[in-house]
């Protein structure tokens, strides 16, 4: 069975850091991309960043770009998004996802609040 | 990295069957194959339910199928159950070196 499980949301002062991590099982964690997508509240979905197979291309969106850092470690089964210099537009879920192109899977996301 | 664009709202009666439109650009949802479509429960994560298109990924309804039109895509939903309220979101892939991007999202409502 596919699960993704997200940790390390958690309310945050504006300009403060916070790293979600993500650990996977039930597949070739390997032979995957991995995304992050957040849904901030009552709103629609959106791409924040993806990483490749062996980490070494990653994409962001022009959103966080230059704060946020996505990374992997393939022996642990795990996909990390560290987040600098939050803002108050960054409050979401954070959905770790299966998947670069087309999101397979989702994890049942992790609620990262960033207050003013 | 302008969203697509999808109508707010579609409503339909017990059996009907309703289609949801995905608006883009050639630079997406017209320039390649891999258009998606997903379906959130309030409270849930989002579930994918069509790929590339018109592909359903083992274990979804064959009442869901999707298509596309130049820069349009579309999911039609056959035969709809109460259980089909939710609501769905396309995206579209928009070339290497980049994210995808996704729709504006459309609630379903069962009459």
């Known amino acids: 069975e596919v699960q993704l499980v997200e940790s390390g949301g958690g309310l945050v002062q504006r300009g403060g850091s916070l790293r979600l991590s993500c650990a996977v099982s039930g597949f070739t964690f390997t032979n995957d991309w991995m995304s992050w997508v957040r849904q901030a509240p009552g709103k629609g979905l959106e791409w924040v960043a993806n990483i490749n197979e062996g980490g070494s291309e990653k994409y962001y969106a022009d959103s966080v770009k230059g704060r946020f850092t996505v990374s992997r470690d393939n022996a642990k089964y795990s996909v990390y998004l560290q987040m600098n210099s939050l803002r108050a537009d960054d409050t979401a879920v954070y959905y770790c996802?299966?998947?670069?192109?087309?999101?397979?899977?989702w994890g049942q996301g992790t609620l990262v609040t960033v207050s003013s | 990295q302008s969203a697509l664009t999808q109508p707010a709202s579609v409503s339909g009666s017990p059996g009907q069957s309703i289609t949801i439109s995905c608006t883009g650009t050639s630079s997406d949802v017209g320039g390649n194959k891999y258009v998606t479509w997903y379906q959130q429960h309030p409270g849930k994560a989002p579930k994918l339910i069509i790929y590339?298109?018109?592909n359903r990924p083992s274990g979804v309804s064959n009442r869901f199928s999707g298509s596309k039109s130049d820069n349009t895509a579309s999911l039609t939903i056959s035969g709809l159950q109460p259980e089909d309220e939710a609501d769905y979101y396309c995206s579209a892939y928009r070339g290497s070196s980049t994210l995808g991007v996704f729709g504006t999202g459309t609630t379903v409502t069962v009459l």
């Open positions: 996802v299966r998947g670069g192109t087309t999101a397979n899977f």
């Open positions: 590339d298109v018109s």
